[in-house]
């Protein structure tokens, strides 16, 4: 069964920080993942999204990347602001509908 | 687009008593899912429609749950009878097809409470 884990679960950094946000999943036999924002009160956004034959996708000051083999993908903030202040999380699909997600991670950005 | 739209957005309820979710997905959509989050166990996936059909309901906890989607705009998600265990957001999400590549639109989430 596939487990995803992000870490760290919590992080506050000051605006203007670059930061780096950690996604692990146990079984590599993955099509593609996929990272979201989720906002208080909201639904999912998603953001990127990197099938399996990929190393990474850019979007703005995002950029997330993915090692298949190690199962790890990191997400990227460039430049971080207040604004970005939500829970990201990642999924991962093994060539299927059904979505396997992380718990979160919490990010505050603080002026 | 008005994007997915689910209601009721809040709902509180006594246990024992019966509980409807809506949703209507995006216009043109051929997937909808169901998916419930909680602290313990994170955003899990309840149930699939492909073209108004079920085809994966592995995700349902039990017989109080059932969904139904009886034209391809229009969803229902209901739990008889509910329990306090019940309480979590649950969010409708809309997709062009089934496909993994296809990116699925969440809903703004229905925040149940059963006391």
């Known amino acids: 069964k596939q487990e995803v884990t992000q870490i760290p679960a919590a992080l506050s950094v000051p605006e203007g920080e670059n930061l780096v946000l950690n996604c692990s999943f146990t079984d590599s036999a993955i099509y593609n993942l996929q990272w979201f924002r989720q906002d208080p009160g909201k639904g999912l956004t998603s953001l990127l999204l990197i099938q399996s034959s990929q190393r990474e996708q850019t979007s703005g000051r995002l950029n997330a990347s993915l090692d298949k083999s190690s199962g790890r993908s990191t997400l990227y903030i460039a430049a971080s602001q207040p604004g970005d202040s939500a829970t990201y999380l990642c999924a991962v699909r093994g060539g299927s509908y059904i979505p396997t997600f992380g718990r979160g991670t919490s990010l505050i950005v603080h002026p | 687009d008005a994007g997915v739209i689910q209601s009721p957005r809040h709902e509180v309820t006594e246990m024992g008593q019966e509980v409807t979710l809506r949703c209507k997905p995006i216009?043109?959509?051929?997937?909808l899912f169901w998916y419930r989050q909680t602290m313990m166990r994170g955003l899990e996936l309840l149930i699939y429609f492909n073209n108004n059909v079920p085809i994966d309901d592995s995700g349902m906890p039990e017989d109080r749950f059932s969904a139904k989607m009886p034209n391809a705009s229009f969803s229902t998600l209901k739990i008889q009878p509910s329990e306090p265990r019940d309480s979590a957001v649950y969010f409708c999400a809309s997709s062009s097809g089934p496909n993994p590549t296809d990116t699925q639109y969440f809903g703004p989430g229905t925040r149940l409470t059963v006391l």
């Open positions: 216009s043109g959509h051929n997937s």
